[in-house]
């Protein structure tokens, strides 16, 4: 289990023309993501929670300290899924810290019967099981100048139940998803700061910081069939 160095992280919600914005005054200061196909990868995420689901109302209940687990997957344009990885998320505030371990995971097929899958659940909890899947499509940038500062615009937010996997892995996911219509996430990692410039920008494109989580959203749209409020989860 490697453990990735704490890291600031903090969301904001864009609409298509404030993303495009965006990416035009990071391009001043930033490169692309090298991955990816025209700039964008995909992304699928399984998260895992207790039977009693305390890692979601964890989130929604605005709890200091939470975490959540999930398995993380990747793709480029129309190719297999690859770097599969059990992720442990925590975060305090602002504050990220992950563990994460790369597992043998040939497909999405059947991944409830991996052993090192499960064998991995355990270190974080006694008893956890699969509650959805998370899917969207990434564009990123970097800082070549501030190590560790990067900025992620999250499309096409879609999410459904991970027993589906088993049957249509091979499918195109988007086509299987429930499309909740969300405005375009826009994530800002660092381990420092944020440039003061890119601050007044956001003020400028009356863009603000908000308490959101995709995985909160997809359990209140999965479970519970409501959209929740941009405030009630991380």
Same mark, same amino acid.
């Given at each position: ?24 005054? =990071? ?32 989130? =929604? ?82 800082? #070549? ?16 139940? #991970? ?10 996911? #988007?086509?299987?998803? =429930?499309?909740?219509?969300?405005? =375009? ?50």
């Amino acid at each position: 289990m490697s453990r990735i160095k704490p890291y600031y992280e903090l969301k904001f919600l864009t609409t298509l023309k404030q993303a495009i914005e965006l990416e035009r005054i =990071i391009g001043r200061f930033c490169v692309p993501d090298q991955n990816g196909v025209d700039g964008f990868y995909d992304i699928l995420s399984i998260y895992f929670d207790t039977p009693d689901l305390k890692f979601y109302h964890d989130k =929604i209940n605005g709890e200091f300290n939470k975490k959540k687990v999930r398995l993380r997957a990747y793709r480029a344009g129309k190719g297999n899924w690859h770097s599969f990885a059990l992720e442990q998320k925590r975060r305090s505030g602002n504050l990220v810290s992950k563990s994460r371990k790369n597992l043998s995971l040939p497909n999405l097929k059947n991944f409830t019967e991996n052993r090192d899958l499960n064998e991995s659940l355990k270190q974080f909890a006694a008893l956890l099981q699969p509650v959805t899947t998370v899917f969207y499509r990434r564009k990123a940038w970097i800082s #070549p100048e501030n190590f560790g500062l990067r900025f992620t615009f999250d499309h096409e937010f879609a999410s459904f139940s #991970p027993q589906l996997l088993n049957n249509f892995a091979d499918v195109d996911l #988007p086509t299987l998803a =429930i499309l909740h219509n969300q405005p =375009i996430i826009f994530e800002i990692k660092s381990y420092t700061g944020i440039p003061q410039s890119l601050w007044q920008s956001l003020r400028n494109l009356q863009i603000e910081q908000i308490s959101y989580s995709k995985y909160a959203t997809a359990v209140q749209h999965q479970f519970f069939q409501s959209r929740p409020s941009f405030s009630s989860s991380w």
